[in-house]
């Protein structure tokens, strides 16, 4: 600006002013020329060298933060090959700062040949908490299966240490969730099923079929099958479709070849966006971790189930308020976990305490049987009342719990192992899941005893509990252990057994049903409830030489007041005398059947008497 002006005066000056003497002229015209010349050069230089200063200084970069970058970013080893490594498993020695060592020691030390080193390791980056962002993702990039499995089941491990899921692919064109679920379960095999399977798979085909005609124009069909919704030629609702589907899933996978089938074909991904789309349906995400779960009972998929993304949503659920979803991740996570966990967890089969791994030495097993129409969590909650009804459940336990096994008795006995067990069950055979499946008490028990076994449990001394017709099994259960000689630890193992209202010569239910069957159409199993049962006299006779002989200990409740079985039918589903197994403490309880098992809160006399009674008769076991 200031070189502008001067230039404008000048010009101003030489134009206004008189003219000189002609002699003078052309050397003072010169000499201005010089001078505004001159003047302009030197400016413009010292502005050009000033804005290239300027430019340099800010594009200069600092090393030292890029290289500091750098080691946040990646791994540094020596490049040096595998055979010349031997045993040396050493960082480079680039410099980084004291506290960042702990995370490269860490990871080294979780992959050692030391198991205990192994154990160790995991459990101290679970604790950690000062670490940054960039720390924890370094240990997520760079662990092994092991370690990261192993961080899942850790209870206080920080959700950073878990990479979100890849990018699921694309739907295929002109396809749907739906569809592809179809397909993929169209591409398993049909032949050698168990018939439940069968009917399952050839309902859920039928329906996603009659959907997708639906979609492409309107059936032409007028039922013929029986199946729902055959008679519409609405569309079939696309959650009605998927839920078919996965209880053909389900079943399917069970069966290790079909498991592998599922992997093949893209299940793990198919069933993750599935999830992600019913976040607001628990049932839908129950039975993809039910398939989840039995998929992971198969080592040689571990590595897969992994890398699909599995364990950061798995990890989410463990950790959910809602102690069904966390039961289920917990199952799928301990079958993934060889390190800790020797036994497996099969289909029904979900333990409730400890769910993660502990440093509590584990002294005994108590095992919780539901009965007819029972749950395996549902049946242990806390008895209902008109504020629990009326208000929402708080997620403080100590207030209400929705299954006073895991809440209340874990806390009480930490030493146990508490497990609860679910089977379908079915008053009517209306009702019936599967109209194929006749189960009896005896082909139920021996299904049972099967699974619980491969969970490891007789290994340990344990207790059962039961209510309703889950006491018929575990009678059931004991007897057919004792002609098995490779289920013999379950029996010598038995210390005693709680009944909850169990009709050990038979109920009231079966005879009601009986009468009105063209109403209800009793299923199998409350026909072997009724009282002339020769399957029932004879399991209670045998069952009661053969706890006398064993020396089992025996706590038995019944409830005292009538049942409503929906709006009209109010019944005393097992009276005093049916209760009675003929040893042991029986104690009537001013409850009805549903209540029986569900105690109004943790001092009240239900819970404290079980309690009292499973800490006595464990007491020798829980002392060592």
């Given at each position: ?26 050397w ?35 090393t030292q ?30 410099d ?10 860490l ?6 040949d ?27 990039q ?19 240490f ?13 396809s ?16 050698d ?49 998927e839920?078919f589907?996965?209880?053909a ?32 349906c ?57 390190e ?8 029904g ?26 749950a ?69 028990s ?52 709680i009944?909850?209202s ?23 199993e ?11 006299k ?12 064993r ?10 007041l ?19 197994l003929?040893?042991?403490?029986l ?14 809160k ?23």
């Amino acid at each position: 600006m200031s070189l502008a002006a001067y230039c404008v005066i000048c010009c101003r000056r030489m134009g206004t002013s008189t003219p000189p003497p002609k002699s003078n002229t052309y050397w003072r015209d010169v000499r201005n020329i010089i001078k505004f010349t001159g003047s302009l050069i030197l400016g413009g230089s010292l502005f050009i060298t000033y804005e290239v200063l300027a430019l340099k200084k800010s594009l200069t970069l600092d090393t030292q933060v890029v290289q500091k970058e750098k080691m946040k970013s990646y791994i540094y080893v020596h490049t040096v090959s595998l055979d010349k490594r031997e045993n040396h498993d050493t960082f480079s020695t680039i410099d980084i700062e004291d506290h960042e060592c702990a995370v490269w020691l860490l990871l080294r030390k979780s992959k050692s040949d030391d198991r205990a080193a192994r154990l160790q390791a995991v459990q101290e980056m679970a604790e950690t908490r000062h670490w940054h962002d960039y720390q924890y993702r370094i240990i997520a990039q760079a662990c092994d299966l092991r370690t990261l499995i192993g961080l899942a089941r850790s209870k206080d491990s920080d959700l950073r240490f878990f990479l979100c899921p890849p990018p699921l692919p694309s739907l295929k064109e002109e396809s749907s969730v739906e569809e592809e679920l179809r397909q993929l379960l169209a591409s398993l095999p049909q032949t050698d099923l168990d018939e439940c399977i069968q009917y399952f798979t050839s309902l859920a085909l039928s329906e996603s079929s009659q959907s997708l005609a639906a979609q492409k124009g309107g059936l032409w069909c007028f039922g013929g099958n029986g199946l729902p919704y055959a008679e519409s030629f609405g569309e079939v609702p696309s959650a009605t479709v998927e839920m078919f589907c996965l209880e053909a899933l389900v079943k399917h996978s069970e069966i290790s070849t079909h498991c592998d089938k599922i992997e093949a074909n893209g299940g793990l991904q198919l069933l993750q966006r599935l999830y992600q789309l019913h976040k607001d349906c628990p049932k839908v995400q129950r039975n993809i971790m039910r398939i989840l779960g039995n998929m992971a009972l198969n080592e040689h998929l571990h590595s897969t189930i992994v890398r699909s993304g599995w364990v950061s949503i798995l990890v989410e659920a463990i950790k959910s308020h809602h102690i069904m979803e966390a039961s289920h991740a917990a199952r799928t996570l301990a079958n993934l976990d060889r390190e800790t966990v020797q036994d497996k967890y099969q289909d029904g089969v979900y333990v409730l305490h400890p769910q993660y791994r502990t440093s509590q030495p584990i002294k005994a097993d108590v095992l919780f049987i539901h009965g007819l129409m029972g749950a395996a969590f549902k049946t242990w909650r806390q008895q209902d009342n008109d504020q629990n009804l009326s208000e929402k459940v708080s997620e403080d336990e100590t207030k209400y719990t929705t299954c006073w096994p895991k809440s209340w008795l874990a806390r009480d006995c930490p030493a146990l192992r508490i497990i609860s067990v679910e089977y379908d069950t079915s008053l009517s055979d209306w009702r019936a899941r599967c109209p194929m499946e006749r189960k009896s008490i005896a082909f139920r028990s021996n299904e049972l005893l099967r699974k619980l076994r491969a969970a490891g449990v007789g290994d340990r001394p344990m207790i059962w509990v039961s209510h309703s017709m889950g006491g018929l099994l575990v009678k059931k259960m004991l007897l057919e252990a004792s002609k098995k000689p490779e289920m013999s630890t379950i029996i010598n193992n038995t210390r005693g057994i709680i009944f909850y209202s169990v009709p050990h010569h038979g109920s009231h239910l079966a005879e009601y049903s009986v009468n009105i069957r063209y109403l209800l159409f009793p299923s199998l199993e409350v026909k072997e409830l009724s009282k002339d049962s020769p399957a029932l006299k004879t399991l209670q006779d045998d069952f009661l030489e053969f706890a006398k002989d064993r020396n089992f200990q025996v706590l038995s409740f019944v409830e005292t007041l009538p049942t409503y079985i929906g709006s009209m039918i109010k019944l005393h589903v097992v009276p005093l005398e049916s209760a009675d197994l003929g040893i042991g403490d029986l104690i009537p309880v001013d409850v009805n059947h549903l209540n029986i098992c569900k105690p109004k809160k943790k001092d009240a006399f239900l819970y404290q008497r079980t309690l009292q009674f499973i800490r006595d008769t464990l007491a020798k076991d829980l002392e060592n």
